[in-house]
């Protein structure tokens, strides 16, 4: 007789198993544990390093070294594109590196790239991005402007999609950070506005967006506006007037 579980059932049973906190294997035969040594003085035989062996990588001082050998921001892009310890890169269609006018005042750093945003290449362009165009034109500021103090650049933390949308990780969000200092330093905006959690957590070191928007912060030599991220904003149509709020404090910072 066939089994009605297919693959996408399969699946979706061990994801639920893992959010559970099944993350063991049964084994075919059961363990007797008293016939373990489990003496807290038992010798353990500890390896010694090898002289030949190659040094532990560290992600993160690979991309700091990386990044700054960019001088523009075409080769940042492409130094980015090379970098290879981020595994996110492996399921993204598309690296997601920008969108808007390189002399805008305001830069908009985003969490990371969704599914119509990996697939186009460009950040916001989804229905979140729709209502971020609509935020920002309420205070006269569009991404496609040319004049620069008339216009927005975007960016992301993260480049690449994670899967399933999930949250971006603090492993990943460290690695990458260089890149998005490198990447900020290059656009020297007079305002960086922190859009969502994940935003707050590479830029200020801190979550909470409902505390910490609402006014702007100065970390980093930055001048940083943390605001509610528009996919939020859609789920929860009553914090639109607190983003409105940040709009006005952000035109009254622009002048």
Same mark, same amino acid.
């Given at each position: 007789?066939?089994?009605?579980?297919?693959?996408?059932?399969?699946?979706?049973?061990?994801?639920?198993?893992?959010?559970?906190?099944?993350?063991?294997?049964?084994?075919?035969?059961?363990?007797?544990?008293?016939?373990?040594?489990?003496?807290?003085?038992?010798?353990?035989?500890?390896?010694?390093?090898?002289?030949?062996?190659?040094?532990?990588?560290?992600?993160?001082?690979?991309?700091?070294?990386?990044?700054?050998?960019? #001088?523009?921001?075409?080769?940042?892009?492409?130094?980015?594109?090379?970098?290879?310890?981020?595994?996110?890169?492996?399921?993204?269609?598309?690296?997601?590196?920008?969108?808007?006018?390189?002399?805008?005042?305001?830069?908009?750093?985003?969490?990371?790239?969704?599914?119509?945003?990996?697939?186009?290449?460009?950040?916001?362009?989804?229905?979140?991005?729709?209502?971020?165009?609509?935020?920002?034109?309420?205070?006269?500021?569009?991404?496609?402007?040319?004049?620069?103090?008339? #216009?927005?650049?975007?960016?992301?933390?993260?480049?690449?999609?994670?899967?399933?949308?999930?949250?971006?990780?603090?492993?990943?969000?460290?690695?990458?950070?260089?890149?998005?200092?490198?990447?900020?330093?290059?656009?020297?905006?007079?305002?960086?506005?922190?859009?969502?959690?994940?935003?707050?957590?590479?830029?200020?070191?801190?979550?909470?967006?409902?505390?910490?928007?609402?006014?702007?912060?100065?970390?980093?030599?930055?001048?940083?506006?943390?605001?509610?991220?528009?996919?939020?904003?859609?789920?929860?149509? #009553?914090?639109?007037?607190?983003?409105?709020?940040?709009?006005?404090?952000?035109?009254?910072?622009?002048?």
């Amino acid at each position: 007789m066939e089994s009605d579980v297919n693959w996408h059932n399969a699946r979706a049973l061990l994801e639920w198993q893992l959010e559970m906190g099944v993350n063991e294997n049964i084994l075919d035969a059961p363990i007797d544990r008293f016939a373990l040594d489990t003496s807290p003085y038992k010798t353990v035989k500890r390896e010694t390093t090898n002289p030949g062996m190659a040094p532990k990588i560290d992600p993160v001082a690979i991309a700091q070294k990386m990044s700054q050998n960019a #001088s523009s921001l075409d080769e940042l892009r492409s130094i980015i594109g090379a970098f290879e310890y981020c595994e996110l890169k492996q399921g993204a269609r598309n690296l997601v590196f920008s969108d808007g006018n390189p002399k805008a005042s305001v830069m908009i750093v985003g969490e990371a790239p969704g599914r119509e945003e990996d697939q186009r290449g460009k950040p916001f362009v989804g229905r979140a991005g729709q209502m971020l165009d609509k935020m920002f034109s309420a205070i006269s500021l569009d991404r496609g402007a040319q004049d620069a103090t008339k #216009s927005i650049y975007i960016t992301n933390v993260l480049p690449w999609r994670p899967p399933q949308n999930r949250d971006p990780d603090l492993e990943e969000i460290a690695m990458m950070f260089p890149f998005l200092q490198k990447h900020i330093s290059m656009i020297n905006p007079s305002v960086v506005i922190a859009m969502g959690n994940i935003a707050c957590q590479a830029l200020l070191s801190e979550k909470g967006i409902s505390k910490l928007r609402g006014r702007i912060l100065h970390r980093h030599n930055l001048d940083i506006l943390p605001m509610y991220h528009p996919a939020y904003l859609l789920r929860n149509p #009553s914090a639109k007037k607190h983003a409105w709020a940040d709009l006005l404090t952000l035109k009254k910072k622009l002048g």
